[in-house]
């Protein structure tokens, strides 16, 4: 049963969430004295879908914070929690019928539609490395591995630490590196409910558009509740791929029995006890 709260219910629907919000990039970590006594160990992961640590910055700055140049800085309410933290991650990479690699093809070759329902390309093994960015925002190499990767010795330290001019040139920094093959939010919050890499466009599957299994899915199964409350439509990527395994982002929905698309895998097959979208204002 999906419980739908209406217009003055959603501190309700936040208090029951208890895995997922999509709301900032917060993750609390396991208590794992209180696991060892037995109790139980709820988790709310938070996200801020397109809030990179710049961004983070820009808004902290605007409130009146100090300006940083490192760290998870300070200004915002969020940043003072203890599970508070920022990362940067990458998909994969696979070249289609033309030779081209691209971070938007999974290993199947798109014959059918339906999710996991194509045959493999032909001749294509999974091979990690060496790692293969491309020199296009979508890859564009033709040769190389299937995962981007990150070279420090091209894009510094990590991807939002400003370089000094002076110091890129003399360590050989490339400026373009860190827009190519860039992943998107259904491929990078897929890898992060389910500890998969994937490729762009993958909501909850793998490169061969498996089905993976989420942290939601974990939970349920440990018999915990759980739930999804969102500021943006539950079919939207960073919310829909904790709650649905399809091949293509763009599948919001479709009439019932069809449940290749994520609103009906959502409500129908994963089934989170909380279910919850923030009217708009």
Excluded at 70 to 80: A, I, T, V, W
Excluded at 218 to 223: C, F, T
């Amino acid at each position: 049963m999906i419980p739908l709260f209406g217009r003055h219910s959603r501190w309700l629907a936040l208090l029951c969430a208890s895995l997922l919000c999509a709301v900032s990039l917060v993750l609390l970590p396991a208590q794992s004295a209180l696991a060892a006594s037995g109790n139980g160990v709820n988790v709310i992961l938070m996200i801020g879908d397109g809030m990179g640590w710049e961004m983070a910055r820009a808004a902290a700055v605007a409130k009146g914070a100090p300006f940083y140049k490192g760290g998870k800085g300070k200004g915002l309410s969020f940043q003072n929690l203890a599970g508070y933290t920022f990362a940067t991650t990458y998909g994969t990479t696979i070249p289609g019928a033309n030779g081209i690699y691209s971070t938007n093809n999974s290993a199947l070759d798109g014959s059918n539609s339906e999710t996991g329902k194509s045959p493999v390309r032909p001749g294509f093994s999974f091979k990690p490395l060496p790692f293969n960015p491309g020199n296009t925002a979508t890859g564009g190499s033709t040769s190389g591995g299937n995962l981007v990767g990150y070279e420090p010795q091209l894009g510094g330290p990590n991807p939002w630490t400003p370089i000094d001019p002076a110091a890129a040139t003399a360590k050989g920094y490339d400026k373009e590196y860190i827009k190519y093959s860039y992943p998107d939010s259904a491929n990078t919050v897929t890898s992060m409910y389910t500890g998969v890499k994937s490729y762009n466009n993958a909501m909850g599957v793998d490169i061969f558009e498996r089905d993976l299994t989420t942290m939601q899915q974990i939970a349920a199964q440990h018999g915990k509740s759980t739930g999804l409350v969102t500021s943006v439509p539950i079919t939207h990527a960073t919310p829909g791929a904790a709650v649905s395994s399809v091949n293509r982002r763009n599948k919001y929905d479709n009439d019932y029995p069809a449940l290749d698309n994520i609103l009906q895998e959502a409500i129908r097959q994963y089934q989170p006890t909380v279910l919850y979208q923030f009217p708009k204002c």
